[in-house]
């Protein structure tokens, strides 16, 4: 079974950092795109991040300008998302799981996390 687990959020005033992390199980990792997404209130999930299977190529939404880091340690199968320099755009709740960007379905969505950028 599948679970992904989702933690780092909180709250920060805008020019803040948090680091969310993605512990995963029930599915090979290391062979497996990943993503950072993010849902805002009555919205679609939007992909924030993404990263590939072994972790050489990665790539960032529009909004992300440059202030985020997608990583990943395959042997411990987690992900990570390193956001520098939050703005309130930023608010949103994070998930994370496998990158549909070129087809596939998503597995179940873990609980996410809550990040909130206000002053």
């Known amino acids: 079974q599948v679970q992904l687990v989702e933690s780092g959020g909180g709250w920060v005033q805008p020019g803040g950092i948090l680091a969310l992390s993605c512990a995963t199980s029930?599915?090979?990792?290391?062979?497996?795109?990943m993503g950072w997404y993010r849902q805002l209130p009555g919205r679609q999930f939007e992909l924030v991040a993404s990263?590939?299977?072994?972790?050489?190529?990665?790539d960032y939404g529009v909004f992300v300008k440059g202030r985020f880091t997608i990583t990943r340690d395959n042997v411990h199968n987690t992900l990570w998302l390193q956001m520098n320099e939050l703005e309130p755009d930023g608010t949103a709740v994070y998930f994370c799981?496998?990158?549909?960007?070129?087809?596939?379905?998503?597995?179940?969505w873990g609980q996410g996390t809550q990040v909130t950028v206000s002053s």
């Open positions: 990263i590939t299977a072994g972790g050489q190529y990665t």
């Open positions: 029930g599915f090979e990792f290391s062979e497996r795109a």
């Open positions: 799981n496998r990158d549909t960007s070129y087809g596939g379905v998503p597995f179940s």
